[in-house]
Each structure stands twice: as structure tokens, then as C-alpha cells.
């Protein structure tokens, strides 16, 4: 499985950013993580291969939204009202299965893909 993520990029604070990540080699539930310098990897959100259930980071829902594009085995990440503190490096991950008690460990993702630099800033 090969993840590609791309649409990271600088922006200014309340802007939006939309990430996107294709996936080869099969489907699977698929998520984000992000990684801010000095930090743990931390869930942002994921979504399962039929698009049937989503799971996101509390305090993140409401600004964040993940979906699938149809008919695709790609996913995106859209990012409205974006803060300082959502500069991270932003990354793509899949798993074959995910569950209300694994999807937010990144153990439970087997396949990552290169990550996407995300900066907000003025």
C-alpha cells in the first residue's frame, strides 16, 4: 500500500486548507495525524472504507472534516478557521480495520505515507 498526501502549505490564521491523500493497493480505513515540532503524533481524524463512519479529535470536530471522494480510494482533509496551533506536519496513515477503541492509536495504522507540512502563520 502506498499512501500519496499532498495540500499542505502556508496560510494565514481563520484561512483554510484542504489535504488530500490517495492510496494504492487496496482499500482500507484511513486516517490523519499531525505532529507539531517537539510533539507527539496525535489522531486528527479518520474515516472507513465504505465513508459509513468518521471519528475525529474532539477539540478539533466542528473546524475539521474528513471524506472520501467517490468512486476513489483517496480521502481528504478539510481544514476551515485554522489556528497557529494546527502547525504540524500532517500525516496520511491506513489501516485494514479500524474500531470505536483502536482508531485513535497510530499502532493501528499499518501503512503511512510521507506527511505534509501545514503552517499557519501571518
Known amino acids: 500500500v502506498q499512501l500519496q498526501a499532498s495540500g499542505g502549505g502556508l496560510v494565514q490564521p481563520g484561512g483554510s486548507l484542504r489535504l488530500s491523500c490517495a492510496a494504492s493497493?487496496?482499500?482500507?480505513?484511513m486516517g490523519w495525524f499531525r505532529q507539531a515540532p517537539g510533539e507527539d503524533r496525535i489522531f486528527v481524524a479518520a474515516?472507513?472504507?465504505?465513508?459509513?463512519?468518521?471519528y475525529y479529535q474532539e477539540f478539533l470536530q466542528g473546524r475539521f472534516t474528513i471524506s472520501r471522494v467517490s468512486g476513489e480510494n483517496t480521502i481528504v482533509l478539510q481544514m476551515n478557521a485554522l489556528k497557529p496551533e494546527d502547525t504540524a506536519v500532517y500525516y496520511c496513515?491506513?489501516?485494514?480495520?479500524?474500531?470505536?477503541?483502536?482508531?485513535?492509536?497510530?499502532?493501528?495504522?499499518?501503512?503511512w505515507g510521507q506527511g505534509t507540512q501545514v503552517t499557519v502563520s501571518s
Open positions: 493497493g487496496g482499500s482500507y480505513d
Open positions: 474515516i472507513s472504507s465504505s465513508a459509513r463512519h468518521t
Open positions: 496513515a491506513a489501516a485494514p480495520a479500524l474500531s470505536v477503541r483502536t482508531y485513535r492509536s497510530a499502532a493501528t495504522y499499518h501503512y
